[in-house]
C-alpha cells in the first residue's frame, strides 16, 4: 500500500485559496488519489479523485504532477465550513482503504 | 445525505450489554465496510464484506461481530465491550472490489457515537 505523507494542520482565512499537499512516493501504476474531507462527528465525504495531470470539480481542483509522487488539493476561497480534515489516499479498489490522520483546516474570519 | 444511514446514531451501553449497529445503503452498491474512529485518531478499517461475503477482518476482536444478510444491509454486533470501544462506528459503502473499477469511491453514513460505560 502507497504511504501518504500531509501536514497535520493548516490555517486560513475566508476568501483565500488553500492548498494542500500529499506526498506519497511509492504510488504504484495503478493506483489513484482520492481526496475525502470530514467534519466532526460525521462520515468522511467525497472530494475528487485523479490519476494524472489535473482534475477540477465544482468543489475543488487536484493536481498531480508527472512523477505522481505527489498531489496537491487546491480549495478556492474558503469559507468557515470548510474547516474540516482532509485524508489524502492512494491505491484502487479495494486497496484504496487506509485513511491517515489527514490535515486539520482550520478557516478563520 | 450520501444514502447511507446508521442507526442509531447514539448508543450509550454496559460493558455486560449487547447491541446492534444497523447499516443500510441505498446505492446499489455490493461492498460494504465497517470502521471504528476513537477521539483524535484516524480512521481503523474493521471489517469488508464484498457480494455478502467478507474479504477482510482486520484484526478485530471477538466481541464485534459483523453480519452482512445482503447487499444492502451491514450490522456489527457488539457484546461484552470495553471502555476503550468508545468511538464514532462508520458504514460505509462502495459499487464492488471486484470489478477492476479503480475509482471505487467509497459513501460514508453518519456514523453510531458510542459510549460504553
Known amino acids: 500500500l502507497a504511504k501518504t505523507t500531509q501536514p497535520i494542520s493548516m490555517d486560513s482565512y475566508e476568501g483565500q485559496e488553500v492548498n494542500i499537499t500529499c506526498s506519497h512516493n511509492n504510488i504504484a501504476t495503478n493506483d489513484y488519489i482520492t481526496w475525502y474531507q470530514q467534519f466532526p462527528s460525521q462520515g468522511p465525504r467525497f472530494i475528487i479523485q485523479g490519476y494524472k495531470t489535473k482534475v477540477t470539480n465544482e468543489v475543488a481542483s487536484l493536481f498531480i504532477p508527472a512523477d505522481r509522487k505527489s498531489s496537491t488539493l487546491s480549495l478556492p476561497r474558503v469559507s468557515l465550513s470548510d474547516t474540516a480534515v482532509y485524508y489524502c489516499?492512494?491505491?484502487?479498489?479495494?486497496?484504496?482503504?487506509?485513511f491517515g490522520g489527514g490535515t486539520r483546516l482550520m478557516v478563520k474570519p | 445525505e450520501t444514502g447511507v444511514t446508521q442507526t442509531p446514531r447514539h448508543l450509550v451501553m454496559g460493558m455486560t450489554n449487547k447491541k446492534s449497529l444497523k447499516c443500510e445503503q441505498h446505492?446499489?452498491?455490493?461492498?460494504m465496510y465497517w470502521y471504528k474512529q476513537s477521539a483524535k485518531k484516524p480512521l481503523e478499517l474493521m471489517f469488508v464484506y464484498n457480494f455478502k461475503e467478507q474479504t477482510e477482518n482486520n484484526s478485530v476482536p471477538s466481541r464485534f461481530s459483523p453480519e452482512c444478510p445482503n447487499s444492502s444491509h451491514l450490522f456489527l454486533h457488539l457484546h461484552t465491550l470495553q471502555p476503550e470501544d468508545s468511538a464514532l462506528y462508520l458504514c460505509?459503502?462502495?459499487?464492488?472490489?471486484?470489478?477492476?473499477?479503480?475509482?471505487?469511491?467509497?459513501?460514508f453514513g453518519p456514523g453510531t457515537r458510542l459510549t460504553v460505560l
Open positions: 460505509a459503502s462502495s459499487q464492488d472490489l471486484l470489478s477492476g473499477e479503480r475509482t471505487d469511491t467509497q459513501y
Open positions: 489516499l492512494v491505491g484502487w479498489a479495494g486497496n484504496m482503504l487506509t
Open positions: 446505492l446499489g452498491h455490493n461492498a
